[in-house]
Structures are given as structure tokens and as C-alpha cells.
């Protein structure tokens, strides 16, 4: 099958490259932008859409859907597409036929001034003139370097495509006939969305993990949400939920009437994490567990803990956004051990309790679930990281207690509380 390769030129290049490219798209996925427009393969298009000049209207159609002007031509070689489309500037829409080749004028190919003045004087003004001399006599009167100009006017040129257009998203978009009043009503078409989307990710071998949706509402305001897992993943069926549970949390204020969804491109991965590996459950399972709680109980209380430098009465804020790492350790002679994590539990709400110390120290603690003998301590903490914000007046001590552990001791206002403890 022979190769066939479209060229757009723009004299609005600039302003019109995003249009170009979004065009291109449609027809192929080799596309490489040049200074003046864009090229790209359409190989295999006979097919399904018809010959070249077939092609090369229907890629006008989709540009003046888009009120953009450019020339366009459809070739078998490189330098024969860009030539033709080349002929008006791209400052009209224009549909340059194959036949429109022969009636190039040879200022246009790589030739030498001298020798044009001579072609001109002899009566050889363009492609099919030229053509019309016998090739074997012009390489040996011109010398070998005529042969690049031979091969132009036969499209025998080898030139090659050289994708150059690095994309870091696709987008899907759908505008309603009629407005919608909530999302579960929108999953059908979403569905539909999706499936377009990661066929187009798939076919440039990428992933992703980071969906935006957009929706235009009824009073023309727009919502919008950026969904992101930690983990690439391309499983239509998980998104699919986990779109629906996120946008429960926080649905549109007003009816839809569009929808956008950009898919942002990641590397893919890996079908295998390590040889010896310790099998556990898919990311997906665990992302959708832990929005389903999110739903139940609240996005702000369930995340990851993450501890904050400073002295606070509960140093430490979930991040929602992330979820627990999972990590695979191996032990070797070169490898040392992890060093042990100490834990602290937060007791909600802090457990009353009652306290006896004798001069100064503290002696004895007793709660409604145990009672014991104060072996150690250490305290007190009376320092805030906040003093200037709200005034924190609890004092604290870690305390252990005989045959039973280590515990963080509170005092606030004449009250004793235990408000956690160490595991």
C-alpha cells in the first residue's frame, strides 16, 4: 500500500497551530509541525474515507468547521504534499488536487538560478515540462546532485516524517441537547467519553492518572474537579465509580448542559511489581474503599495521617489526596533494618481521670477502665507552636504505668485527662 501524507499550511500559523493539531488528530496520530502548518500521515485512509483528494476535502470540511483558513494536499511523498500546499501561503482555503502537481512552476524546487534561466530560455517552465526530458540526460548534463530534483518531480523523494508534537493530555467533550438535573443521569455518555479517551491513550502506549471534568451548568457558571489516584490506570469500570463517588461529595449547584474530560498522559504500569513481591489487593479496590468512606463519614476524615512540626494539641492533619505506600523490604546482609516507628493512638473523646502526686510527683492514676502506679514520666510541656492565634493552657506528661504502658497525660482547668497512648 502506498504511503500518503497530508500537509496543512496556515498563514496564521500561530494563532490557528492548536486548531491544526486538533484537526490532524482526527485523521492520524504522526503528526510533526512545521513553520508554516502541519504534516501528517493519513496512510490507510483509502479505505475508509476514499483517494487523496477525497482525503484532502474532507480535512477541509473539518477546518472550516473550525472558521479556520489553510491550503491543504494529500501526496505520496512529503515534498510533493508540502509543495502543493505551499502554493497560496495557506492564506485561502484551498483543496490542491494531485493533478495540480504537474503544473508547479520549477521556482519551487531546489533549483539553482542559473539553471532556471536556462530551463526558462528553452521554453521548460514547470513540473510537466520538465518531466517531458529525458531523466538520464538531465543527471548528466547537471551532475549527480540533479537526482534529488529528479526524484521530486517523479515523488520518488525519501524525505521522512519526524513526529515532533509531544501532547500531555486529551480531551473529550459533549455539549447536551437538553440540561440535565444530576451526573448518575450523564454515566451513560460518560461511559462512552472514557472508552474514546483511553483508546486514544492506548494507542501512544501512555496511561493516566489524573482525570479533569468540567461541566457547563444552565446559568452558564461551570464545576469543576480534578480527580487523581495514585496509581496509573486505564480500567474504564473503576473510573467510572470513582468519577461517580467524587462528584456525590460535592455535585453541581445547577442543571448540566456540557461536559469536558481531559485525561492526563502518565507512563503506564508495570504488569509485575517485583519477583518476590508480597501479593496484595489492586490499588483500584483499595482507591474505591476509601472513597465509599469518604462518602460515609466525611473527606476530612479519612486520609493520611501526616505529622506537622509543631507543638499542637493534635500535631497531625489527614491528607485526603494520597494514599499509603506500600513497601517491599528485603532483607540482606547489605540492607540494615528499618529502625522501629513509634505510634501514638489519640483516645476521642480523652478518657477523665484522677491523679495523686505528693510533693510534685505523680503517684498514682485511675481511670473507669484501669487504675496503676506511676513508674516514670516525663513533663511538663506547656509550649504552643499557636500562642499568638488562641491560647493553649493544657500541660502534658508522658507517663508510664505499672503493667500497662505508656500513656499522654493532660491537665486543663483543675481537670486530668488521659488523651492517648503510645503503642
Request: with cysteine; aromatic share 10%.
Amino acid at each position: 500500500m502506498a504511503r500518503l501524507f497530508a500537509c496543512i499550511i496556515s498563514a496564521r500559523i500561530k494563532r490557528a497551530r492548536e486548531v491544526l493539531l486538533s484537526v490532524a488528530r482526527e485523521f492520524s496520530y504522526s503528526i510533526e509541525t512545521m513553520n508554516d502548518g502541519i504534516l501528517f500521515d493519513v496512510s490507510g485512509l483509502e479505505r475508509l474515507v476514499g483517494d487523496r483528494d477525497t482525503i484532502a476535502k474532507k480535512i477541509m470540511e473539518r477546518l472550516r468547521q473550525h472558521n479556520t483558513a489553510g491550503s491543504v494536499a494529500v501526496e505520496e511523498t512529503i515534498y510533493s504534499a508540502c509543495l502543493l500546499a505551499r502554493q497560496h501561503g495557506g492564506s485561502v482555503s484551498t483543496v490542491q488536487s494531485s493533478d495540480s502537481f504537474a503544473r508547479l512552476p520549477l521556482s519551487d524546487l531546489p533549483i539553482e538560478q542559473d539553471t532556471l534561466n536556462v530551463f526558462n530560455d528553452l521554453g521548460v517552465r514547470n513540473v510537466e515540462d520538465l518531466l517531458a526530458i529525458p531523466q538520464d540526460e538531465l543527471i548528466n548534463r547537471y551532475g549527480n546532485g540533479f537526482r534529488e530534483v529528479v526524484d521530486v518531480i517523479e515523488q520518488k523523494s525519501q524525505s521522512m516524517l519526524v513526529p515532533n508534537v509531544k501532547d500531555q493530555y486529551v480531551i473529550w467533550k459533549y455539549d447536551l441537547d437538553t440540561t440535565v438535573q444530576n451526573f448518575e443521569q450523564l454515566i451513560f455518555l460518560l461511559n462512552h467519553g472514557l472508552e474514546k479517551l483511553f483508546t486514544e491513550i492506548d494507542n501512544y502506549g501512555l496511561s493516566t492518572e489524573q482525570l479533569d471534568i468540567k461541566f457547563t451548568l444552565r446559568d452558564r457558571s461551570t464545576k469543576s474537579y480534578a480527580i487523581k489516584t495514585s496509581f496509573p490506570t486505564l480500567e474504564r469500570s473503576f473510573w467510572l465509580k470513582l468519577v461517580n463517588l467524587r462528584i456525590s461529595l460535592d455535585p453541581p449547584e445547577a442543571d448540566i448542559s456540557a461536559v469536558r474530560v481531559t485525561a492526563h498522559f502518565t507512563k503506564p504500569r508495570p504488569s509485575q511489581r517485583g519477583l518476590y513481591a508480597v501479593s496484595r489487593p489492586e490499588p483500584e479496590s483499595l482507591l474505591l474503599t476509601v472513597n465509599k468512606l469518604k462518602k460515609l463519614v466525611g473527606e476530612d476524615n479519612v486520609g493520611l495521617p501526616v505529622i506537622r512540626d509543631q507543638r499542637l494539641a493534635e500535631p497531625f492533619i489527614l491528607n485526603s489526596e494520597v494514599l499509603p505506600k506500600g513497601i517491599e523490604s528485603i532483607k540482606t546482609e547489605n540492607i540494615s533494618p528499618r529502625p522501629p516507628a513509634l505510634a501514638f493512638t489519640f483516645y476521642r473523646p480523652p478518657q477523665r481521670a484522677e491523679v495523686v502526686y505528693r510533693d510534685g510527683r505523680l503517684v498514682f492514676i485511675r481511670t473507669r477502665y484501669f487504675d496503676g502506679y506511676v513508674t516514670e514520666y516525663s513533663g511538663v510541656w506547656r509550649g504552643n507552636s499557636t500562642w499568638w492565634d488562641r491560647l493553649w493552657k493544657t500541660q502534658e506528661w508522658d507517663v508510664e504505668i505499672e503493667n500497662r504502658g505508656i500513656y499522654r497525660l493532660a491537665k486543663a482547668n483543675k481537670e486530668w485527662f488521659l488523651i492517648g497512648e503510645y503503642d
